[in-house]
Nanobody, 122 residues
Framework: QVQLVESGGGLVQAGGSLRLSCAAS????????MGWFRQAPGKEREFVVA????????DYADSVKGRFTISRDNAKNTVYLQMNSLKPEDTAVYYC???????????????WGQGTQVTVSS
């Protein structure tokens, strides 16, 4: 089992920044690829970004490229999502997830956090 706890969400004006954190406990964090996903009201959960076990490989959704940056600190069992130039359409609940392989598809992730709300006002 891997337990994931997100933090750092909140309300921000358009153009602002937030940094999300996801702290992991349980099984060895470095063995898992990590992803961030988001779900807006009435919409399906969508991929935002993934990072490989070592941190050497990342993939971003087109909608966040150049604005969001994922990183991980395997010594601290934590993955981060730096979000800059936020837009109202970024408003959603953001979830971190862990998978034994490197994926961008939500259904292939085994462990999920409870989510953190990000609201961007115009």
């Amino acid at each position: 089992q891997v337990q994931l706890v997100e933090s750092g969400g909140g309300l921000v004006q358009a153009g602002g920044s937030l940094r999300l954190s996801c702290a992991a406990s349980g099984r060895t964090f470095r063995n898992y690829a990590m992803g961030w996903f988001r779900q807006a009201p009435g919409k399906e959960r969508e991929f935002v970004v993934a990072i490989s076990q070592s941190g050497g490989i990342t993939d971003y959704a087109d909608s966040v490229k150049g604005r969001f940056t994922i990183s991980r600190d395997n010594a601290k069992n934590t993955v981060y999502l730096q979000m800059n130039s936020l837009k109202p359409e970024d408003t959603a609940v953001y979830y971190c997830a862990a998978a034994p392989g490197y994926y961008t598809v939500p259904r292939l992730y085994d462990y999920w956090g409870q989510g953190t709300q990000v609201t961007v006002s115009s």
